[in-house]
């Protein structure tokens, strides 16, 4: 299935962006600094944590339900 671009949020000429896929969610941000990581703790294999404008959010489609 293609990506459908939902949203994009500039900082800095950065561009954290949102997209869907089906039943996903696919998100560009920023990588976090190792005191954020270790405050997160451990995660799983294949897993990991970004940071994204809270603005962003704005673009996820409403739940109708």
Excluded: C
């Amino acid at each position: 299935m293609a990506l459908r671009f939902l949203g994009k949020e500039t900082q800095s000429g950065n561009s954290p962006t949102l997209w869907a896929d089906g039943d996903d969610y696919v998100i560009q941000g920023f990588e976090l600094d190792t005191a954020t990581l270790a405050e997160v703790g451990a995660l799983p294999a294949g897993e990991l944590v970004i940071r994204v404008p809270r603005k962003l959010m704005e673009h996820l489609p409403k739940d109708p339900g």
